[in-house]
């Protein structure tokens, strides 16, 4: 049986996977196999609501100048600490020099500023999960079924688009209606039950209503296992290095690039109310290591780059003030970040307002000027054509899509 046969069949429930002990491999629920030069968009989300004015910097705000004297990235100039230029209006922080900065100046990476949700609430928890539903805020909420499961639904067909959480637990953006398999890629271990206990496991549920589960399972297991195989075996002989996030995106892209259409993984770690730190210190090394992470990324895709967008965002953004610990608490409107071989960059795009005091969201924030789900919309009818109709079905109740041409 060829690789990508064993992905048409079902999967099932994360329930089954772990009761069965299958290491690395939580399986919720089936899938297909995507074409090689179909779309592809993998969803990246920060969790913990990174600071939007540290990463897109407002760079002809004096007022951002004023109120940041310990935290603010300098302005565009010979310095190596100071921002990247961009554009009239914004920098880029410097930590992102050697890795995401060509892709901008190679027009693979375009950022919308003032961007998020309607949720007021500053809560992480009340957010994300608002994100991840896609739903209106103020309406009827239909809990389990996230926006990337309703997007995959609208993608079956001929040629199906199969989707894949890389996380540890089904995000909620990836529950729905369509079974959808996860696994966490961020540490790898060879399994704990072996061929041997693995074909027992198998006929100890021949017969019964959970067979196709097992079977399946372990397929996915060992095709997970399969494609990381080398990785192990080279140990440190050149092997590309454990730090952070870049193994795991070089992970994703492997399994992405011939495979999955719809990716979703999640990255931690953006709550600063303290010692947040400007062109050095711990936000900057965040962005530096998801940088080089989202750069081996595109690299690693090879040519089904070409065919590829990745979308970061957070919950929300941080108040546009430091505060007295030199970092910043919770706040509203955030960016995304849009890169890919298939997008338009080079662009800082979306409606814009020039940050001063008057401006600021109840006089502490970002506002949200580009609501994510019309961003979003946007994207996904340039890279798949969705009509109207299925956009609505994707995200009930919104206004409809923006075309920023960033696809």
């Not at 020099?97 to 375009?110: D, K």
């Not at 021949?206 to 080398?230: C, H, I, N, P, Y």
């Not at 075996?233 to 730090?243: L, M, V």
């Amino acid at each position: 049986m060829q690789r990508r046969h064993f992905l048409r069949q079902a999967l099932h429930t994360t329930a089954a996977a772990a009761a069965l002990g299958i290491p690395g491999v939580h399986l919720h629920a089936a899938t297909a196999v995507a074409s090689t030069g179909a779309p592809k968009f993998l969803f990246v989300f920060l969790r913990g609501g990174m600071d939007a004015a540290s990463l897109l910097v407002p760079t002809s705000s004096s007022f951002y100048y004023e109120v940041r004297p310990e935290i603010a990235i300098a302005k565009p100039s010979a310095d190596l600490a100071s921002a990247l230029p961009l554009s009239a209006d914004w920098g880029l922080h410097p930590a992102l020099r050697e890795s995401l900065y060509p892709l901008y100046q190679q027009g693979e990476l375009a950022f919308v500023p003032f961007s998020g949700t309607d949720d007021l609430s500053r809560s992480h928890f009340e957010t994300q999960d608002s994100i991840e539903l896609g739903q209106l805020h103020n309406g009827s909420i239909q809990y389990g079924s996230g926006f990337l499961n309703r997007l995959a639904a609208q993608l079956q067909g001929p040629k199906p688009a199969a989707p894949m959480a890389f996380t540890d637990q089904l995000p909620i953006a990836m529950q729905g209606g369509l079974r959808v398999p996860n696994t966490s890629l961020r540490n790898l271990s060879k399994p704990s039950v072996d061929t041997r206990q693995s074909s027992i496991i198998a006929a100890m549920y021949k017969g019964t209503g959970l067979e196709g589960t097992v079977q399946s399972g372990f397929a996915v297991r060992d095709q997970v296992m399969r494609e990381m195989s080398a990785e192990m075996d080279a140990a440190s002989r050149g092997a590309i290095t454990a730090k952070g996030f870049e193994l795991e995106a070089r992970r994703i892209a492997r399994l992405m690039r011939e495979q999955y259409a719809l990716g979703f993984v999640d990255v931690g770690g953006w709550d600063t109310h303290v010692a947040q730190g400007g062109a050095t210190g711990y936000l900057a090394s965040r962005l530096d290591e998801l940088g080089q992470g989202l750069a081996a990324f595109s690299q690693e895709m090879g040519s089904a780059w070409r065919n590829t967008v990745v979308v970061v965002m957070s919950e929300f953004g941080r108040t546009f003030r430091q505060n007295g610990n030199r970092g910043t608490d919770h706040g509203h409107g955030s960016v995304m970040w849009v890169l890919g071989g298939a997008v338009r960059g080079k662009q800082v795009v979306g409606e814009q307002v020039q940050m001063t005091a008057a401006t600021l969201f109840q006089n502490r924030d970002y506002a949200v000027l580009n609501e994510y789900r019309s961003v979003l919309g946007g994207i996904f009818q340039r890279q798949w054509g969705l009509s109207d109709s299925q956009l609505k079905t994707i995200f009930p109740g919104f206004k409809g899509a923006r075309d920023w041409g960033l696809v």
